[in-house]
């Protein structure tokens, strides 16, 4: 088994002991200053939408405790590891009740200006 195999079932094990302890109260306001002032927008948008696969936060279907514990030791290198004595868990805690509280991308068919272009290319 090579190491990148080791580290990602550590990892999934640390998630899932994580997910057994209880949750803290979010507070959305609260992580919405953090969003901004950790810079996650930076790189995940003030959407939250930005970029494929995981770099994608909304919508947030992590468990807080998944969503804390891949910000202290994400899978993947370009994202940065935030330690507890950078932000702390209940500064987390706020931040993905914020992302939950963000609206999801709406569908294509229900953005009118795509379906307009559509059209007119159709034609
Ligand atoms: C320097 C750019 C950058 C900054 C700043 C950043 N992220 Fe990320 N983050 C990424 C990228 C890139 C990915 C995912 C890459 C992929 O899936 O290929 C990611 C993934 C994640 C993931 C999923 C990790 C995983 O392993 O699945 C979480 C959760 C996350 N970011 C939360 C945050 C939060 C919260 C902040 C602010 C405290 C933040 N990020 C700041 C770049 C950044």
Redesign the pocket.
């Known amino acids: 088994m090579n190491n990148l195999c080791m580290t990602a079932i550590a990892a999934a094990f640390s998630v899932a002991l994580m997910a057994q302890q209880t949750e803290l109260k979010g507070d959305a306001a609260k992580g919405k200053q ?2 901004n002032a ?3 927008y ?3 948008g003030f959407s939250a939408q930005n ?5 994608r ?1 909304n919508p947030m279907k ?1 468990s807080q405790s998944g ?1 804390i514990g ?2 202290r030791t ?3 290198n ?3 590891s ?1 330690s507890a004595k950078v ?1 702390s868990d209940q500064q ?1 805690a706020d ?1 993905w009740a914020y992302l939950k509280t963000l609206p999801d991308a709406p569908a294509a068919k229900d953005i009118p200006l795509l379906q307009q272009i559509k059209a007119e290319a159709a034609k």
């Open positions: 953090y969003f950790y810079t996650c930076g790189c995940h970029g494929p696969g995981r770099n936060l992590m969503f891949l910000v994400p899978t993947i370009q994202m940065p935030y932000i987390l931040v």
